[in-house]
């Protein structure tokens, strides 16, 4: 029998071309990754949802959070069903009441597929709260059970104790594989998050400068908050979670200028970053930070410019609480106040982030310091994990790109990778 006629066609493919194909088909099958920066504008055109459109859009740092995710479900409470919670939200700090929106974001793309085939026991998922290493344990977690008689959809806090719950409305809109938003009936809230705080609690009213002067060995750094006004922003933060002040004593800032290093040459901003980086945007007394949870801790100067960034590693080395911050390791040297919501703590060291002296040799303790005395820097933690599995997945190859910000450059550079291979 005679070998059957060779297609014309395949006869031309060479292993260029067969090579091109095959990225064609990858680059189809991969989630494109899509700049989640415009949120609101997504919901503006839903006016039911206008209130809680209103509160993402008074949280700029959540856009920040977004600009690197490829997948998310953004829960969305109507007018009617957050009228009630509104003003208790409104009474909030600015970033108390942005992790609140950020229990809201969950960084898993859910498809109504995804909700009405979820197994037996419920599905755990990662809210964008966890990632900010404020939630204890996991309680930055939401739990997703489907009831198997009513078909009723019910989203929860992962911790036992909480009571806070919301029910499933309906799938408002997705943009496959990206974006999925789902009304809910509900506001939810972390387990130990306190929503009536602000409101039941009297303010402390804890003027910081002075609290600094009082305890004799801060001149330097009260005349620095003071003369830079961040400290009228840590005063507005005293509600909610709290906050936890680590103070360079004058010495440490002695220290700065033996070593030619000074924030007074710095610009404004970044010197408002570098104070804002010796804040932590809860409540610690001493007791907690010897038993940290998780060492990687966001800072004040954190919510301004991104999540992974300008974080502190706290450990308990030789019997006193070790600070980290990626240039220089400090100690804790004593109690300047200690009231929730307020803990101010004196350090051996002025914390310099490495995002502004990443550039400047580590600086060490002057021979004879005894600061840490032989403590060595505790080993850096990874940060929080910014995704769980996947419920679902996308088919393994689509007819057509969607819409997003990816697609259309890796398809433009295709020609340029099929030439390089």
Same mark, same amino acid.
């Given at each position: 029998?005679?070998?059957?006629?060779?297609?014309?066609?395949?006869?031309?493919?060479?292993?260029?071309?067969?090579?091109?194909?095959?990225? !064609?088909?990858?680059?189809?099958?991969?989630?494109?990754?899509?700049?989640?920066?415009?949120?609101?504008?997504?919901?503006?055109?839903?006016?039911?949802?206008?209130?809680?459109?209103?509160?993402?859009?008074?949280?700029?740092?959540?856009?920040?959070?977004?600009?690197?995710?490829?997948?998310?479900?953004?829960?969305?409470?109507?007018?009617?069903?957050?009228?009630?919670?509104?003003?208790?939200?409104?009474?909030?700090?600015?970033?108390?009441?942005?992790?609140?929106?950020?229990?809201?974001?969950?960084?898993?793309?859910?498809?109504?597929?995804?909700?009405?085939?979820?197994?037996?026991? &419920?599905?755990?998922?990662?809210?964008?709260?966890?990632?900010? @290493?404020?939630?204890?344990?996991?309680? &930055?977690?939401?739990?997703?059970?489907?009831?198997?008689?009513?078909?009723?959809?019910?989203?929860?806090?992962?911790? $036992?104790?909480?009571?806070?719950?919301?029910?499933?409305?309906?799938?408002?809109?997705?943009?496959?594989?990206?974006?999925?938003?789902?009304?809910?009936?509900?506001?939810?809230?972390?387990?130990?998050?306190?929503?009536?705080?602000?409101?039941?609690?009297?303010?402390?009213?804890?003027?910081?400068?002075?609290?600094?002067?009082?305890?004799?060995?801060?001149?330097?750094?009260?005349?620095?908050?003071?003369?830079?006004?961040?400290?009228?922003?840590?005063?507005?933060?005293?509600?909610?979670?709290?906050?936890?002040?680590?103070? $360079?004593?004058?010495?440490?800032?002695?220290?700065?200028?033996?070593?030619?290093?000074? !924030?007074?040459?710095?610009?404004?901003?970044?010197?408002?970053? %570098?104070?804002?980086?010796?804040?932590?945007?809860?409540?610690?007394?001493? *007791?907690?930070?010897?038993?940290?949870?998780?060492?990687?801790?966001?800072? !004040?100067?954190?919510?301004?410019?991104?999540?992974?960034?300008?974080?502190?590693?706290?450990?308990?080395?030789?019997?006193?609480?070790?600070?980290?911050?990626?240039?220089?390791?400090?100690? %804790?040297?004593?109690?300047?106040?200690?009231?929730?919501?307020?803990?101010?703590?004196?350090?051996?060291?002025?914390?310099?982030?490495?995002?502004?002296?990443?550039?400047?040799?580590? !600086?060490?303790?002057?021979?004879?310091?005894?600061?840490?005395?032989?403590?060595?820097?505790?080993? %850096?933690?990874?940060?929080?994990?910014?995704?769980?599995?996947?419920?679902?997945?996308?088919? &393994?190859?689509?007819?057509?790109?969607?819409?997003?910000? @990816? *697609?259309?450059?890796?398809?433009?550079?295709?020609?340029?990778?099929?030439?390089?291979?």
């Amino acid at each position: 029998m005679g070998m059957a006629q060779i297609n014309p066609a395949i006869s031309h493919i060479t292993p260029t071309t067969t090579l091109c194909y095959f990225l !064609l088909l990858l680059l189809l099958s991969t989630t494109p990754i899509l700049a989640i920066t415009n949120i609101t504008a997504l919901l503006s055109s839903f006016p039911d949802f206008s209130s809680f459109t209103s509160l993402l859009a008074s949280t700029p740092s959540i856009t920040s959070d977004l600009s690197n995710r490829s997948a998310l479900t953004l829960l969305v409470i109507p007018n009617s069903y957050l009228s009630s919670s509104l003003d208790l939200t409104r009474r909030l700090s600015p970033s108390s009441r942005t992790d609140l929106l950020r229990y809201h974001i969950l960084l898993q793309y859910l498809s109504s597929s995804d909700l009405h085939h979820l197994p037996p026991a &419920g599905a755990l998922i990662t809210t964008l709260f966890q990632t900010t @290493g404020r939630a204890s344990a996991n309680c &930055g977690s939401v739990n997703i059970t489907r009831n198997p008689v009513t078909n009723a959809i019910t989203i929860s806090s992962s911790s $036992p104790f909480s009571s806070s719950n919301a029910t499933v409305l309906s799938l408002i809109k997705t943009l496959p594989y990206n974006v999925s938003i789902i009304s809910v009936n509900s506001l939810l809230v972390p387990y130990g998050f306190d929503l009536m705080a602000s409101e039941t609690r009297p303010p402390l009213g804890l003027n910081i400068t002075k609290a600094l002067l009082d305890g004799h060995n801060f001149f330097v750094a009260a005349s620095l908050l003071s003369a830079s006004g961040v400290v009228q922003e840590f005063e507005a933060d005293e509600g909610g979670a709290g906050i936890t002040l680590f103070v $360079p004593t004058d010495s440490a800032f002695a220290d700065l200028s033996e070593n030619d290093v000074s !924030l007074q040459s710095l610009p404004a901003d970044k010197k408002a970053d %570098v104070l804002k980086f010796h804040v932590l945007h809860s409540y610690y007394p001493l *007791g907690s930070l010897e038993s940290i949870v998780n060492p990687v801790q966001p800072t !004040l100067a954190t919510e301004d410019m991104g999540a992974g960034s300008f974080t502190l590693n706290i450990s308990r080395a030789n019997g006193s609480v070790a600070i980290d911050s990626g240039i220089v390791l400090a100690s %804790v040297t004593q109690t300047v106040f200690d009231q929730n919501p307020v803990a101010i703590f004196g350090v051996s060291k002025v914390l310099l982030p490495k995002e502004i002296f990443g550039s400047n040799p580590v !600086l060490t303790s002057k021979p004879g310091n005894s600061d840490m005395g032989n403590a060595q820097p505790p080993a %850096v933690a990874l940060s929080p994990e910014s995704s769980p599995k996947m419920l679902s997945s996308a088919p &393994g190859a689509r007819e057509e790109i969607k819409s997003g910000v @990816g *697609g259309s450059r890796w398809l433009s550079n295709l020609p340029f990778l099929c030439v390089v291979a």
